[in-house]
């Protein structure tokens, strides 16, 4: 290792870093005036790669030479920002005094549009965009070969940096826009259009992602993995550079560009793990950020469960139910005990995270860490100790329990969006671990040959058996909902000063129920593990955190059994409409956006609330 | 011994003094008020009292227990209750719930995981609305009180911790006029019974001088003078610093915060 070595790999670490920050810097921006995190703006990014890969070769054609092809990829940013422009128009215009969860959700939901749209739209090859004439040829530098077009991408960031600053000093934009970051209601109050201000500001924001986007097509070929990779990376961009901040995520793009080409020598495949990692620290450290103001975020958007009047047939429902349940085995079949199973166990996961969201207010976007430990600690323990289930099970509860109560230590700390992206990242970590750590965890293939044991093997005892543990799990957090306990995190929601003054120590009580609400997911997630025979890192992914999401979102956040009727309707829903159409995710992010918009309390609340107002 | 006492208090915010050597006392069952225009820095030496702030320097000084440094946790253990200025209560809790959260948390079982939250200290916290006057809506969602009605449950939540220090910022910001003096006798009327000193904020001077046995009074972060409510009524700095209008302590209705004005 010299130091010209050294060199080309300083120089990598600052053309990543760049391409990092033109992405990062759009989101921050947004995030600033709008206060709204757009999940989508991965998706922009993707559509910019895919926008330049299509147009700009087709420009070069008409007539080669560089100043059609940075015209391409120009004219892809800006049909990009116009995609922003939409979005803000029919989507977030609407939903800008929503709850954040709901925010997230929403534009979670476009990025499962978008993902459809992409496919329907490109093809589901992926385009390799054509190299930039006039930088075809590498440099040489301090003796080694490197790719001239990396040193305009280097030159990129600070540019636009540059620019960026220029506008938000030097025009009355950038003015509205740094009031509007600074003091949202104070802008409210001088009588600027707002509208104009946000769609603007959209407008920027989408066009950024679409020109970071672009730019990469010489480098990598436009995929349909692209948006969810790098909306993960822009989030620690612009968290640990402070919300809001664009010299902060400048200055987080570097550290975390560098940091990668450097972890590369030091962890060959940990690189996901490392950046995540200095997330977690710097959070630890500074929960704002570098530059990020605490007062930006507002925790005021509690929604959750209320008290409601105790009914003295509760205990008989749920006897009916349980024994209706019971009984499906001498109707159902094969196939239909088999999705019974897969119900009663996303059941169960989303019931433990309403212990968090709608017990606690604490908007975790990373259940499916816990899920994922689950089932990969049964998993594990199958596989190397050759234990049988009654004992993997157990052991993958605890590896779940133990991976909520390190990370709860960090995100109870924490507040609203920062809360929801440092448990995303915490479940990015996890994630990266089990697919890079391919000895131990069989990597992007998983675990195979998790079965039950003989006594459970038939679908009508794992069925039975899931439906035993999921009710009594449930039941014993709805003790635990109805408990002290479960008061005391919904009176820190209610009013963290009056609790304070009440004595209730929030922090310890957040921390035991993350760790409760973990050990209950492990539960499920091992669970799952044996009624598939394996597992995968996808158990760990962000889709499966947002499918816990989404069954809460369904059932309705402020009720107990929400999540429970959820986990039916969408599993039910995705059981009978994804054979017939490939458009499974457009559907179920319209899907989502339209709860968000129509029934925001969800099936049962929007059912409990139509029945109040009868009464 | 003294219940309160606090020593020197200072903090600044930015360079800005928001309290200068703030320096006072406050015996069991005694009812104080700390009264000064707006932004003289009565919301910072009361949150400093209530462990929301931490002052530069100075003590804060409960039974001779040093609690400068304690958080609003410890305080509560130690037996001080708060109001807040906008009331702060369970939105989501009946009303009897309220009080039944402060019990659990006074006899420390807030994280008992098994036995129902409502069936737990019920009796007492009946008991506790009864004082107050809001038994009849216990089982009433707290989202549904008036904000009086709301003000009186936070009176009961913060006397569910048995505090032998009551501190109540603003205790009849956004009540009706004949509500705030229900409130205030009520409040006097526990106070005196059970000996609990009540240090308390206010804007309304019908309240101050209806209710304080003294009164201590802040301009620009230190206090220009104490004592009883007859004498602060007569103390001719006080009326030109605080209220900049020689008839305002006489016509409370009329008061507006004189900011620009400057102390002699």
């Known amino acids: 290792m010299d130091l010209s070595f050294l060199a080309i790999q300083a120089l990598n670490g600052l053309s990543s870093a760049s391409s990092l920050f033109i992405t990062a810097c759009g989101l921050t921006l947004v995030f600033g005036v709008t206060r709204i995190v757009n999940f989508a703006h991965g998706s922009l990014y993707m559509i910019g790669a895919y926008t330049a890969a299509t147009l700009v070769p087709r420009l070069l054609e008409l007539s080669f030479g560089p100043a059609t092809f940075w015209a391409g990829i120009l004219a892809s940013a800006i049909i990009v920002g116009l995609i922003g422009v939409l979005i803000e128009v029919l989507l977030l215009r609407r939903i800008y005094g929503a709850p954040e969860l709901f925010q997230l959700l929403a534009t979670f939901g476009v990025v499962l549009v978008v993902q459809d749209l992409t496919i329907l739209i490109f093809g589901p090859e992926d385009i390799l965009g054509p190299r930039a004439p006039g930088l075809r040829a590498p440099v040489e530098i301090l003796g080694r070969r490197f790719p001239s077009y990396e040193l305009v991408l280097i030159a990129a960031g600070p540019i636009v940096l540059a620019l960026v600053w220029l506008l938000l000093r030097k025009t009355r934009f950038g003015v509205l826009v740094r009031a509007a970051t600074q003091d949202r209601e104070m802008i409210a109050a001088l009588g600027v259009n707002q509208a104009l201000l946000f769609t603007g500001t959209l407008f920027l924001g989408a066009f950024l992602a679409g020109l970071g986007g672009a730019l990469q097509i010489p480098r990598v070929s436009a995929n349909a993995g692209m948006d969810l990779s790098i909306i993960a990376e822009a989030f620690v961009v612009t968290v640990v550079g402070g919300m809001g901040s664009v010299p902060g995520a400048f200055l987080a793009a570097l550290i975390i560009g560098e940091l990668q080409a450097f972890g590369i020598l030091i962890f ?7 950046v995540f990692l200095l997330m977690a620290v710097v959070l630890a450290v500074r929960p704002y950020g570098f530059f990020g103001r605490p007062e930006v975020i507002g925790g005021t958007h509690a929604v959750g469960i209320s008290s409601q009047k105790h009914s003295p047939f509760a205990p008989l429902t749920i006897l009916a139910v349980v024994g209706t349940l019971a009984s499906l085995p001498l109707i159902g079949d094969a196939y239909v005990l088999k999705v019974a199973t897969e119900i009663l166990i996303f059941a169960l996961f989303a019931f433990s995270l309403q212990l968090l969201i709608g017990v606690s207010g604490v908007v975790s976007f990373g259940h499916a860490a816990f899920f994922g430990l689950g089932a990969y600690g049964a998993a594990l323990a199958v596989k190397w100790f050759a234990l049988p289930m009654e004992a993997a099970l157990p052991a993958g509860l605890f590896l779940a329990a133990v991976g909520a109560l390190i990370i709860g230590a960090f995100v109870v700390r924490l507040s609203g969006i920062y809360l929801a992206m440092m448990t995303l990242a915490a479940a990015q970590i996890i994630f990266a671990v089990a697919f890079q750590w391919v000895d131990v965890t069989g990597g992007d293939n998983g675990i195979v040959g998790v079965w039950p044991s003989a006594w459970a093997s038939r679908q009508v005892s794992y069925y039975l058996f899931t439906l035993a543990v999921t009710a009594v799990t449930v039941l014993l957090l709805m003790r635990i909902i109805n408990a002290p306990f479960g ?10 000063a009056r609790a304070e003054a009440i004595g209730l120590k929030i922090r310890q009580h957040r921390w035991l129920a993350f760790t409760i609400s973990g050990a209950a997911a492990g539960l499920a997630g091992g669970i799952y593990a044996f009624s598939r025979g394996s597992v995968d890192p996808t158990l760990l992914g962000i889709p499966t955190s947002v499918d816990a999401l989404t069954m809460l979102l369904i059932g309705g956040i402020q009720t107990v059994t929400g999540p429970l009727v959820g986990a039916g309707v969408l599993h039910v829903l995705r059981d009978q409409i994804m054979p017939l159409t490939s458009l499974w995710r457009l559907l179920l992010g319209l899907s989502i956006i339209a709860i968000v918009l129509i029934f925001p309390r969800g099936l049962v609340g929007t059912v409990r609330t139509w029945r109040e107002e009868q009464a | 011994m003294t219940l309160l006492s606090v020593q020197d208090l200072s903090k600044s915010f930015g360079g800005v003094a928001a309290a200068r050597d703030v320096s006072f006392m406050l015996e069991r069952g005694e009812m104080l008020a700390i009264i000064g225009p707006n932004g003289a820095g009565k919301s910072t030496v009361f949150n400093m009292v209530g462990g929301q702030l931490r002052p530069d320097h100075g003590a804060v000084l409960l039974d001779g227990q040093n609690i400068t440094l304690a958080s609003p946790q410890k305080r509560f253990r130690l037996g001080v209750g708060r109001t807040f200025q906008v009331a702060q209560t369970f939105l989501s809790m009946s009303v009897a719930e309220n009080v039944q959260m402060a019990l659990v948390s006074h006899n420390r079982k807030s994280t008992a995981l098994w036995a129902p939250a409502r069936m737990r200290y019920h009796e007492e916290a009946l008991a506790l609305l009864e004082q107050v006057g809001m038994a009849e809506s216990a ?71 209806g209710h304080a046995e003294r009164v201590i009074v802040l301009v620009r972060g230190r206090i220009i003078a104490t ?13 030109r610093a605080y209220l900049g209008d020689d008839h305002a302590l006489e016509k409370p209705k009329g008061v507006s915060p004189a900011e620009g004005v400057s102390p002699a």
Do not use: N
């Open chain 1, 487 to 496: 008061y005391s995190l919904r009176a820190a929601r209610d009013s963290e």
């Open chain 2, 139 to 209: 089982d009433h969602p707290c989202s549904a009180l008036a904000y009086g009605d709301v003000k009186r449950v936070e009176l009961a939540i913060a006397l569910a911790g048995r505090p032998k220090l009551l501190l109540m910022d603003e205790p009849t910001a956004g009540m009706a006029t004949r509500e705030r003096a229900a409130l205030m006798d009520l409040t006097a009327e526990i106070a005196d019974a059970k000996g609990i000193g009540v240090l308390f904020t206010e804007h309304d001077m019908d309240v101050v001088f």
């Open chain 2, 227 to 239: 004592g009883s409510p007859e004498e602060i009524r007569q103390i001719e700095e006080v009326r």
């Open chain 1, 268 to 274: 060959p495949k940990s690189t996901l793990v490392v």
